[in-house]
């Protein structure tokens, strides 16, 4: 089967509406439900359109050509990381041999071929093991999983670990730099490698600051370990839990972890709390899993290939 690629900034407003019709068609996308939010992701997350390729192919009876899949390319870490996310896939399982070609046009995206990365990480979102094989033939090795984990609010914790034990101070509007500094100290060549700026505190943060969603615990005048939570309907996401290198494996995340519950249980509000972690992430699997977290779904399987 021959396809065509193009870009999403090239195409006809029928054809948007026939790729929209194919995600919808293959139930993959909780992105967006109308075709409106899907230009709206094009415009902030793929360079408005220019960084999405879709394939399309001549239909056997003639007329317009039919869409059979997408990819798109998140550019962010390619200067700061040297990393190129590519993203957003959608292929039906009979479609997945068209898998190499997809990367291939999207690499070859002006906007994308400039771009001065190292690596290609590729995220199958939801978890797709059917395109295993077909990640292997585009020239990926399997990176991580994204495990999604959960537990009741209410129950037996951890007990207090001894040792160390860290005051813990709501981090307050206009007071992120020192978020940004236990963070990235947590962060810097770990498995998110994706560190916080100013701007990007303030708006991934916004309005939970000075809530208690957004923690710092100090040691001796210093930060040491943080965490950042989101409560909706009910539900808390435990977002992140960090600890600075020099402090790890003295219990501060178990305690972050306990402080985070305590903060939950006084509000009243909150029944589960649910998170996200990498299954490579040993420390992090292990913390969450000896505080009672189970795993509920398969959330992303990521692969990697260099340039
Ligand atoms: C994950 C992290 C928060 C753990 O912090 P920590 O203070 O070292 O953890 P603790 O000392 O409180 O240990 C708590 C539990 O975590 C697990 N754990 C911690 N370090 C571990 C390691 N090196 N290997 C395996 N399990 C480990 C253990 O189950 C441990 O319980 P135990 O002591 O009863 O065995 C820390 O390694 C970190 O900041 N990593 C980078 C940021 C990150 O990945 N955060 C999690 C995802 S958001």
Redesign the pocket.
Same mark, same amino acid.
């Given at each position: 089967m021959e396809y065509r690629f193009a870009a999403f900034a090239d195409l006809t407003a029928q054809e948007r509406q026939a790729l929209f019709d194919l995600i919808k068609s293959l139930g993959l996308s909780d992105q967006f439900s109308t075709l409106d939010e899907m230009v709206g992701l094009m415009d902030t997350e793929y360079g408005k359109g220019r960084r999405h390729v879709s394939a399309w192919a001549a239909r056997p009876s003639g007329g317009a050509p039919e869409p059979a899949g997408c990819l798109a390319a998140i550019t962010a870490e390619a200067v700061t990381q040297g990393y190129l996310y590519l993203t957003g896939l959608r292929l039906r399982q009979s479609d997945a041999g068209l898998l190499p070609g997809l990367v291939d046009a999207v690499l070859a995206l002006p906007e994308v071929s400039g771009e001065p990365y190292r690596t290609i990480r590729l995220g199958l979102i939801p978890a797709r093991p059917d395109l295993e094989a077909a990640a292997k033939e585009a020239g990926f090795r399997y990176l991580y999983k994204a495990l999604e984990m959960r537990r009741p609010l209410g129950g037996r914790l @951890?007990a207090l @670990?001894d040792g160390l034990r860290p005051e813990f101070r709501t981090v307050e509007p206009g007071a992120v730099g020192e978020l940004i500094a236990v963070h990235n100290a /947590?962060?810097t060549g770990?498995?998110?490698s994706a560190l916080l700026t100013d701007e990007g505190a303030l708006e991934w943060l916004g309005d939970r600051l000075g809530t208690g969603l957004v923690q710092i615990g100090y040691a001796g005048g210093r930060h040491v370990?943080h965490f950042i939570m989101r409560v909706e309907d009910g539900l808390a996401d435990?977002?992140? #839990?960090? &600890? &600075? @290198?020099e402090? *790890?494996? =003295?219990? +501060?995340? *178990? =305690? /972050? +972890?306990i402080r985070a519950f305590e903060t939950l249980r006084a509000r009243g509000d909150v029944s589960s709390v649910t +998170?996200? &972690? #990498?299954d490579a992430? *040993? @420390? /992090?699997?292990? +913390?969450? *899993?000896?505080a009672g977290f189970e795993v509920t779904k398969e959330r992303s399987v990521w692969y990697e290939r260099e340039r």
């Open positions: @951890p @670990p /947590a962060f770990g498995f998110n370990c435990l977002e992140t #839990i960090g &600890v &600075v @290198p402090r *790890r494996g =003295q219990g +501060l995340a *178990r =305690q /972050a +972890l +998170l996200t &972690v #990498i992430n *040993r @420390p /992090a699997l292990g +913390l969450y *899993r000896g």
